[in-house]
């Protein structure tokens, strides 16, 4: 088949290098978010998508929004059979929508109707889930409703964070997309409804819901910045400025500590939860390096005593 590969960032490129090695299927084009500041020169760069399709030497479209017309002509006088998307990033129009004779096909990384939404993997490791996995389906006008061609299932280890665990589901979702290529060429897949009960949503995270609550338990501590990391990063406050941090290590046996409390060594820096005690590995402060937690501590005129305030 004819493809128009749409995606954006780093997560969908296993995607596209699974198309590209396929020789059943011709990715004849990419369409990917505009280019954007990024990174400490706040230089303007291509998406990781548009990089990778450049090397390839694939045509590359980039609209403001899917629904402009110089976009839309272009994409008919492609005509592409089918149109793969991974994380693009932008809505689409019925009229683009309409466009491929076989759709477009999501590659989505949740078991759906599970965390329908644009942060899927982030809020299956926060809410404790054991069990994910990416679902390829047949994109609709609803938010990740349509109907599913296939799934692939990927366990959550416990010291998983969104990071980890979304570039296993990129490998994996990578194998999954090219195979439902295949059978919706071949004829012999159908996508079936997802179930009506069963649907969670997994809206973007804000920075906001990022900020560390230390009254909650550990347990709810750890899987919180687990899933922020490394977007949006975890954060919190000490002496009114905004402190980021990595994963914690939970330790059942202290709890000595009142939540947002520090306990400071010269090889350890413990805070208290709202049950024990977690270690902190590393941090970040701010307009600064990320760093060991004990380093921090180190480098202060006067170690804080608690954080969140």
């Given at each position: 088949?004819r493809?128009?590969?749409a995606?954006?960032?780093?997560a969908?490129?296993?995607?596209?290098?699974?198309?590209?090695?396929?020789?059943?299927?011709?990715?004849?084009?990419?369409?990917?978010?505009?280019?954007?500041?990024?990174?400490?020169?706040?230089?303007?760069?291509?998406s990781?998508?548009?990089?990778?399709a450049?090397?390839?030497?694939?045509?590359?479209?980039?609209?403001?929004?899917?629904?402009?017309?110089?976009?839309?002509?272009?994409?008919?006088?492609?005509?592409?059979?089918?149109?793969?998307?991974?994380?693009?990033?932008?809505?689409?129009?019925k009229?683009?929508?309409?466009?491929p004779?076989?759709?477009?096909?999501n590659l989505?990384f949740?078991?759906?109707?599970?965390?329908?939404?644009a942060a899927?993997?982030q809020?299956?490791?926060?809410?404790?889930?054991e069990m994910?996995?990416?679902?390829?389906?047949?994109?609709e006008q609803?938010?990740?409703?349509?109907?599913v061609?296939?799934?692939v299932?990927?366990?959550?280890?416990?010291?998983?964070?969104?990071?980890?665990l979304?570039?296993?589901l990129a490998?994996?979702?990578?194998?999954?997309?090219?195979a439902?290529?295949?059978?919706?060429?071949?004829?012999?897949?159908?996508?079936?409804?997802?179930?009506?009960?069963?649907?969670?949503l997994?809206?973007k995270?804000?920075v906001e819901?990022?900020?560390?609550d230390w009254?909650?338990?550990?347990?709810?501590?750890?899987r919180?910045?687990?899933?922020?990391?490394?977007?949006?990063g975890?954060w919190?406050?000490?002496g009114?400025?905004?402190l980021k941090?990595?994963?914690?290590?939970p330790v059942?046996?202290?709890?000595?500590?009142?939540?947002?409390?520090?306990?400071?060594?010269?090889?350890?820096v413990h805070?208290?939860?709202?049950?024990?005690?977690?270690?902190?590995?590393?941090?970040?402060?701010?307009?600064?390096?990320?760093?060991?937690?004990p380093?921090?501590?180190?480098?202060?005129?006067?170690?804080?005593t608690h954080?969140?305030?």
């Amino acid at each position: 088949m004819r493809l128009v590969f749409a995606g954006t960032p780093e997560a969908a490129v296993p995607a596209l290098d699974a198309l590209l090695a396929s020789d059943r299927h011709e990715v004849v084009a990419v369409v990917t978010r505009p280019d954007a500041v990024a990174g400490r020169g706040r230089k303007l760069l291509s998406s990781p998508v548009a990089q990778r399709a450049e090397e390839a030497g694939i045509e590359v479209l980039k609209p403001g929004r899917p629904r402009e017309e110089d976009f839309l002509a272009r994409l008919r006088e492609i005509a592409p059979d089918c149109c793969p998307v991974v994380a693009y990033g932008a809505l689409l129009p019925k009229v683009a929508l309409d466009v491929p004779a076989h759709g477009w096909v999501n590659l989505h990384f949740s078991l759906l109707p599970a965390w329908r939404g644009a942060a899927p993997v982030q809020h299956a490791v926060m809410a404790g889930d054991e069990m994910t996995g990416a679902s390829t389906f047949l994109i609709e006008q609803g938010l990740d409703s349509g109907p599913v061609y296939g799934v692939v299932t990927e366990e959550i280890r416990g010291t998983d964070t969104s990071g980890d665990l979304l570039g296993r589901l990129a490998v994996s979702g990578a194998g999954l997309l090219a195979a439902t290529m295949d059978g919706i060429e071949d004829g012999r897949l159908v996508a079936r409804p997802q179930p009506a009960d069963g649907i969670t949503l997994a809206p973007k995270l804000r920075v906001e819901d990022a900020a560390v609550d230390w009254s909650a338990p550990a347990l709810r501590v750890d899987r919180l910045i687990r899933g922020c990391t490394p977007a949006p990063g975890a954060w919190t406050r000490v002496g009114g400025e905004r402190l980021k941090l990595g994963p914690v290590i939970p330790v059942p046996d202290r709890t000595d500590l009142a939540p947002g409390e520090l306990a400071i060594t010269k090889n350890a820096v413990h805070v208290g939860t709202g049950s024990h005690a977690v270690l902190l590995t590393e941090v970040q402060p701010q307009a600064k390096k990320r760093m060991p937690a004990p380093a921090w501590t180190r480098g202060l005129h006067e170690p804080p005593t608690h954080l969140g305030a």
